[in-house]
């Protein structure tokens, strides 16, 4: 393999990863409430004074920093003429599926990176130095790009990437920063201040994005210390301390008073427990659904992150350490724990990588009538053995969410209602599951229904599931069905004659 081919390789890896994330835009709508009421609807509201407000708006803890960021997006699409709240909202997704894209670099260097490691704790062959030129592609290739494509197409990081939840940015962040801290550890290079304050940095916003994430800055600040890395620790911290110190200031300006969304947020979740109220599950609720997302593959995975523990430790135990965290609330939901994903499919590749590389390095210098080839084939078969079993296994199980009710369809049906110019007022039979206001970038009157609302003329259209007790009552209070969308039927008052 020659350099020109592994640049080639990974352009096509990006284009690949590119391809399938439009592909989720253009199939699968957001539909988890926190996506419209925590970081989309807030900004929507503040700019066009027509929005949801949720409790945790009216208690405050939640950190204006991330619907600031999306508001400003919001504030300049308006400036420039664009005042559809759909078409902001398709690019708020888009743009963050671009930017998830990144994770397929870090996968890229992570893998280069954990494959050297292992491959440095190995005696190899030397080979022939006629097969060595100016096109040499750089050192453990083969599990940089295995790494960059699982990032690339694994396909829950591919749902997962058109959200615009918190933890897609948080996941970006301390991927990053444990991919800098092992190039850090393995070669500073001639600026590594300037790396360890880039790594500092990203730790602090991850973590500042998404508080659970904070064992990763542990074991990064445990692996700078067993490295003997240990002058570059303070300009970690000191620069981690940059986000803390934007968002204490964010939540001065909008709450009146420093990080003080950090604390009700702590003392509502961790001391009060508050969020049990949204359902609690046992601590093996994560280990159970890993494995129901990955039976087969989890397995794979699991083998290949012990055997080269000892290269990729750091990764594995960043996992392991938000999983245990993880499992220790009450509360879970799935994309609590999206990080262990990549940090697990990362050491898997870069030990795949070097096995493959060692494989390669027997063959080219293995005597004449030994039947080198048929050692490289053997190595090319397993890998991508490895690749079919992972992502196979991964995208027969791919669909379904965190709650059943969370349909794709009840988004559509209300978004074709909130389009329709005769709209007056919406009832529907779940607020929870529905989007908010500015999907429709006009404002009407949207309740949870009850029978004597069905009477009232201000609401000309009720949203419910199809079949159920509010379709029927609606019918028998004089609604007709106009549009349906799988499960779901948008219902329309019927004209009144005038005499």
Same mark, same amino acid.
């Given at each position: 393999?020659?350099?020109?081919?592994?640049?080639?390789?990974?352009?096509?890896?990006? +284009? #690949?990863?590119?391809?399938?994330?439009?592909?989720? /835009?253009?199939?699968e709508?957001?539909?988890?409430?926190?996506?419209?009421?925590?970081?989309?609807?807030?900004?929507?509201?503040?700019?066009?004074?027509? +929005?949801?407000?949720?409790?945790?708006?009216?208690?405050?803890?939640?950190?204006?920093?991330?619907p600031?960021?999306?508001?400003?997006?919001?504030?300049l699409? @308006?400036?420039?003429?664009v005042?559809?709240? /759909?078409a902001?909202?398709t690019?708020?997704?888009?743009?963050?599926?671009?930017?998830?894209?990144?994770?397929?670099?870090? !996968?890229?260097?992570?893998?280069?990176?954990?494959?050297?490691?292992?491959?440095?704790?190995k005696?190899?062959?030397?080979?022939?130095?006629?097969?060595?030129g100016?096109?040499?592609?750089p050192?453990?290739?083969? !599990?940089?790009? $295995?790494?960059?494509?699982?990032?690339?197409?694994?396909?829950?990081?591919?749902?997962?990437?058109?959200?615009?939840?918190?933890?897609?940015?948080?996941?970006?962040?301390?991927?990053?920063?444990?991919?800098?801290?092992?190039?850090?550890?393995?070669?500073?290079?001639?600026?590594?201040?300037?790396?360890?304050?880039?790594?500092?940095?990203l730790?602090?916003?991850g973590?500042?994005?998404?508080?659970?994430? *904070?064992?990763? *800055?542990?074991?990064?600040?445990?692996?700078?210390?067993v490295?003997r890395?240990?002058? /570059?620790?303070?300009?970690?911290?000191?620069?981690?301390?940059?986000?803390?110190?934007?968002?204490?200031?964010?939540?001065?300006?909008?709450?009146?008073?420093?990080?003080?969304?950090?604390? &009700?947020?702590?003392k509502?979740?961790?001391?009060?427990?508050g969020?049990?109220?949204?359902?609690?599950?046992?601590?093996?609720?994560?280990a159970t659904?890993?494995?129901?997302?990955?039976?087969?593959?989890?397995?794979?995975?699991?083998?290949?992150?012990?055997?080269?523990?000892?290269?990729?430790?750091?990764?594995?135990?960043?996992? #392991?350490?938000? *999983?245990?965290?993880?499992?220790?609330?009450?509360?879970?939901?799935?994309?609590?724990?999206?990080?262990?994903?990549?940090?697990?499919?990362i050491?898997?590749?870069?030990?795949?990588?070097?096995?493959?590389?060692?494989?390669?390095?027997?063959?080219?210098?293995?005597?004449p009538?030994?039947?080198?080839?048929?050692?490289?084939?053997?190595?090319?078969?397993?890998?991508?053995?490895?690749?079919?079993?992972? #992502?196979?296994?991964?995208? #027969?199980?791919a669909?379904?969410?965190?709650?059943a009710?969370?349909?794709?369809?009840?988004?559509?049906?209300?978004?074709?209602?909130?389009?329709?110019?005769?709209?007056?007022? $919406?009832?529907?039979?779940?607020?929870?599951?529905?989007?908010?206001? @500015?999907?429709?970038?006009?404002?009407?009157?949207?309740?949870?229904?009850?029978?004597?609302?069905?009477?009232?003329?201000?609401?000309?259209?009720?949203?419910?599931?199809?079949?159920?007790?509010l379709?029927? &009552? *609606?019918?028998?209070?004089?609604?007709?069905?106009?549009?349906?969308?799988?499960?779901?039927?948008?219902?329309?008052?019927?004209a009144? &004659?005038?005499?």
């Amino acid at each position: 393999m020659t350099r020109r081919r592994v640049t080639i390789a990974l352009a096509a890896i990006f +284009g #690949l990863g590119l391809a399938l994330r439009v592909l989720a /835009l253009w199939i699968e709508p957001p539909h988890h409430p926190d996506e419209f009421f925590q970081y989309l609807e807030p900004a929507w509201r503040h700019l066009t004074g027509a +929005g949801v407000e949720t409790w945790e708006w009216r208690a405050g803890i939640r950190s204006w920093a991330l619907p600031g960021y999306h508001g400003a997006w919001m504030a300049l699409a @308006m400036k420039l003429g664009v005042r559809d709240g /759909l078409a902001i909202g398709t690019f708020l997704r888009a743009h963050w599926a671009l930017l998830s894209l990144t994770l397929v670099w870090a !996968g890229w260097r992570g893998g280069l990176l954990l494959t050297r490691r292992s491959l440095a704790r190995k005696v190899l062959p030397t080979a022939s130095t006629s097969s060595l030129g100016s096109d040499v592609p750089p050192m453990g290739w083969q !599990g940089g790009l $295995l790494a960059a494509l699982l990032c690339a197409i694994f396909p829950l990081l591919v749902r997962f990437s058109i959200h615009t939840l918190s933890e897609l940015p948080s996941i970006l962040c301390m991927v990053w920063a444990l991919v800098l801290t092992g190039e850090l550890v393995e070669d500073p290079g001639p600026s590594p201040r300037k790396k360890a304050m880039w790594t500092g940095f990203l730790i602090g916003l991850g973590v500042c994005l998404r508080i659970q994430h *904070a064992p990763v *800055a542990l074991v990064i600040a445990i692996w700078l210390l067993v490295a003997r890395r240990a002058r /570059l620790l303070p300009y970690v911290v000191l620069l981690s301390l940059l986000p803390v110190a934007l968002f204490g200031g964010i939540d001065w300006a909008t709450w009146g008073t420093p990080f003080s969304s950090f604390i &009700a947020y702590v003392k509502f979740n961790v001391l009060q427990s508050g969020a049990d109220i949204f359902g609690k599950l046992p601590p093996s609720w994560y280990a159970t659904t890993f494995f129901h997302r990955l039976p087969v593959g989890l397995g794979v995975l699991g083998l290949l992150c012990i055997l080269g523990l000892r290269s990729g430790w750091p990764f594995v135990a960043s996992a #392991l350490g938000l *999983a245990a965290l993880l499992s220790t609330q009450a509360h879970k939901e799935e994309r609590f724990a999206m990080l262990c994903w990549p940090l697990l499919l990362i050491p898997a590749a870069g030990l795949v990588g070097a096995w493959w590389a060692t494989q390669k390095a027997r063959a080219d210098a293995a005597e004449p009538g030994k039947r080198p080839r048929l050692r490289i084939w053997i190595a090319r078969a397993a890998t991508a053995l490895f690749v079919v079993v992972v #992502l196979g296994d991964a995208a #027969l199980h791919a669909r379904g969410n965190d709650f059943a009710d969370l349909s794709p369809d009840r988004f559509r049906a209300q978004i074709w209602a909130g389009r329709q110019s005769d709209i007056t007022g $919406l009832l529907y039979d779940e607020p929870l599951f529905t989007g908010g206001y @500015m999907w429709f970038s006009r404002p009407f009157p949207q309740v949870m229904w009850k029978p004597t609302l069905l009477h009232n003329p201000l609401f000309s259209h009720v949203l419910a599931p199809r079949h159920s007790g509010l379709s029927l &009552a *609606a019918e028998r209070a004089g609604f007709v069905e106009v549009f349906s969308a799988g499960n779901f039927a948008i219902l329309r008052r019927r004209a009144v &004659a005038t005499p």
